[in-house]
């Protein structure tokens, strides 16, 4: 009888004992975590968590107080955040960061050139990963327009696009739907769960609960700088701990 074996999924980034302090404020405070390959990953939490300054620190945009950090088997921890970058990490903000006088495609393009555009061929094959990031991202027909002359949700899905131009081995998002109707919600999660489906791993912070148990994979929740639970979403949400911290003492959740 011939034994089928099922591989693990590979180990897209680690991170071990991280911790940021800022003064004597404990922002992230000793968070080991592993992202694995073509998943959707997510972290919960009130308003000063700890969520951003964790997405900040795995991108190397704020230094570690302590912890090391492995993208692949590499680490990283004291790497500059274009290394980062250069590597294969990418990532969108809590605010909508584009050019109002560029447009669409030239926005989505700063992504594609930081995958490196100098001689013929190299230009050329960034014209292409725009080209893809643009249908990928259902920018098709919008490319000659401005950023103010779409809607807050195309605007995000423009930023999307930009870090998806880079063709990266891991996105990071941070609440890509605050101010969001909706609709536009739910465009975002499925244009992210299709991201997923064609291998892209993802890290996302979100305040919609029900949009991070119908997206992701697999849940982190944090508190006071510190992971208070995780696992399998629907459970995630319903555990005492995250129930009491991120809703309220008294507060319940329909997830």
């Known amino acids: 009888m011939t034994e089928h074996t099922t591989e ?3 180990t897209v980034l680690r991170a071990e004992d991280v911790a940021v302090h800022f003064g004597g404020v404990k922002a992230v405070d000793g968070v080991s975590l592993t992202l694995t390959a073509g998943r959707i990953f997510g972290i919960l939490g009130p308003n000063g968590s700890g969520k951003s300054t964790l997405l900040a620190a795995l991108t190397r945009l704020v230094p570690l107080t302590r912890g090391r950090l492995l ?3 590499r680490p990283y ?3 500059q955040p ?3 970058a250069a590597r294969g990490v990418a990532r969108t903000f809590q605010t909508v960061r584009l050019l109002p006088g560029r447009t669409v495609r030239d926005n989505i393009a700063l992504g594609a050139e930081s995958a490196g555009s100098r001689t013929r061929q190299q230009r050329r094959r960034a014209a292409e990963r725009v ?8 920018l098709t027909g919008l490319e000659r327009h401005h950023p103010d002359e779409l809607s807050y949700g195309y605007q995000r899905r423009v930023e999307v696009a930009r870090a998806i131009a880079s063709e990266p081995t891991l996105l990071l998002l941070d609440e890509p739907t605050a101010g969001m109707n909706r609709q536009e919600r ?3 999660a499925s244009l992210l769960r299709d991201l997923r489906e064609e291998g ?3 890290l996302l912070i979100e305040h919609d609960v029900q949009m991070m148990v119908d997206t992701c994979d697999h849940l982190f929740a944090m508190n006071f700088g510190a992971l208070i639970a995780e696992g399998e979403p629907a459970a995630v949400v319903r555990d005492p701990a995250v129930q009491e911290a991120y809703l309220g003492k008294h507060g319940r959740t329909h997830a």
């Open 82 to 84: 274009h290394i980062i």
């Open 186 to 188: 739910d465009d975002i």
């Open 8 to 10: 693990a999924p590979a």
């Open 77 to 79: 921890e004291r790497a």
């Open 131 to 138: 080209d893809r990031a643009i249908e990928r991202a259902g």
């Open 71 to 73: 993208f692949g088997d």
């Open 200 to 202: 892209l791993t993802q």
